[in-house]
């Protein structure tokens, strides 16, 4: 008997990060079920990309939170000589639009790539 192999979509979406949500990329992520944040050398004490997530393209986008309340991030390691890649967080999948957005303006123009797997 062959093996079964299991087709996932891919895709890759670049983004550069700025503190106003409406200069973020809209990123769809509606028919993803997993993910990975890359990003490059930060010469900066950036800390955090905060989620915002809509049901649409054009918004209004809302940032997310938790069941408990406390805001959704991906947790950035500061002034790193090699890049990173973090994972996404598990609350993002329900989404069907995302924009990473800067927690400061430490990180406003730094450049990242997420990654997505269906």
């Not at 986008?61 to 991030?73: C, E, N, P, R, T």
């Not at 609350?91 to 800067?102: D, L, M, R, Y």
Request: neutral net charge; aromatic residues 12%; charged residues 15%.
């Amino acid at each position: 008997m062959s093996e079964s192999k299991i087709r996932r979509k891919s895709k890759t979406y670049p983004f550069t990060m700025f503190t106003a949500t409406a200069s973020c990329v809209t990123i769809p992520m509606f028919d993803m079920a997993g993910g990975i944040v890359e990003m490059g050398t930060i010469s900066t004490n950036a800390t955090q990309i905060n989620l915002w997530v809509s049901d649409s393209t054009n918004g209004p986008f809302y940032q997310l939170y938790d069941k408990d309340g406390a805001v959704v991030k991906v947790t950035l390691s500061a002034s790193t000589a090699d890049g990173r890649a973090y994972a996404m967080p598990d609350e993002t999948f329900g989404a069907h639009f995302i924009k990473f957005v800067s927690a400061t303006t430490n990180s406003t123009g730094t450049v990242g790539m997420v990654m997505f797997k269906g």
